[in-house]
């Protein structure tokens, strides 16, 4: 059974902080997520769970806590209702009562590599025949970023969500080339995606300046690449994972 979580005086997550994406895995589905959370806000101890749903179904995950997250070895979508679009729910919750209070909650979450169209994802991640390039950004006709990764790279899309040293060598340089790639596409562009690419930007490097200056745009995309690699401790992690090796 479920355990029963009180949904009073939640705050709310957005699309852009947990990106998921889905593959296939035998007759079922297998999903995996990005979290871009703001970890300082929470109490240490706030747990963090993923809530698969379609209709009827629903299938909750334990990612472990806010703070330190630890995604189940099996993520695997076989106890919900396949026969449409998978949906998720990110919830916070404080555990130290009985009914545990949700802290932040988002609902309605899409699975970009799973629905391209979807405004609402910040990012697609796929896997695709990319030769020799371990990733590439692509842009789709609307306008959506996707982040492909060589499908010749055992479990790709589970080492993007787990291993600190696969992202922090892919998901800095990923986003500074989709920024560069919405600030200089024209102000004509109005699509969903850019909007919440400058949402996103603009919550690490501030407002976003005026195109005409290409040294201060180059110096904003640096300051948002640079706070979002803080944020997440990318060298941190990173050289700590290579002095072990």
């Known amino acids: 059974m479920l355990r029963k979580f009180n949904y009073?005086?939640?705050?709310?997550?957005?699309?852009?902080?947990?990106?998921?994406?889905?593959?296939?895995?035998?007759?079922?589905?297998?999903?995996?997520?990005?979290?871009?959370l703001d970890i300082e806000s929470f109490p240490e101890s706030a747990a963090l769970y993923?809530?698969?749903?379609?209709?009827?179904?629903?299938?909750?995950?334990?990612?472990?806590?806010?703070?330190?997250q630890k995604p189940p070895s099996s993520r695997l979508l076989d106890e919900i209702d396949l026969s449409?679009?998978?949906?998720?729910?990110?919830?916070?919750?404080?555990?130290?009562?009985?009914?545990g209070k949700i802290l932040a909650s988002g609902d309605g979450f899409r699975a970009g590599a799973e629905n391209k169209g979807n405004s609402e994802s910040l990012i697609a991640v796929g896997l695709g025949d990319l030769g020799?390039?371990?990733?590439?950004?692509?842009?789709e006709a609307d306008g959506t970023p996707e982040l492909c990764l060589n499908k010749k790279i055992p479990n790709a899309i589970n080492r993007l969500t787990e291993d600190r040293l696969f992202q922090s060598l892919i998901l800095p340089a990923a986003f500074r080339q989709i920024l560069m790639y919405f600030m200089w596409n024209g102000e004509d562009d109005e699509s969903d995606a850019k909007e919440l690419w400058m949402e996103f930007a603009e919550k690490y490097g501030g407002k976003k300046p005026f195109l005409e200056d290409t040294s201060d745009t180059l110096r904003w995309i640096d300051e948002v690449v640079s706070a979002f690699s803080s944020k997440f401790k990318f060298c941190e992690h990173a050289l700590s994972i290579l002095e072990d090796v």
Do not use: C, M, P
Request: no cysteine.
């Open 50 to 68: 993923i809530e698969a749903y379609y209709k009827e179904t629903r299938q909750r995950f334990s990612f472990g806590l806010v703070t330190e």
């Open 84 to 99: 449409g679009d998978t949906l998720f729910r990110v919830i916070v919750v404080d555990e130290s009562d009985v009914h």
């Open 8 to 36: 009073t005086g939640r705050t709310r997550i957005e699309k852009s902080e947990a990106l998921f994406s889905i593959s296939a895995e035998s007759q079922f589905k297998n999903f995996d997520v990005v979290f871009n």
């Open 132 to 139: 020799s390039e371990i990733w590439r950004v692509e842009i």
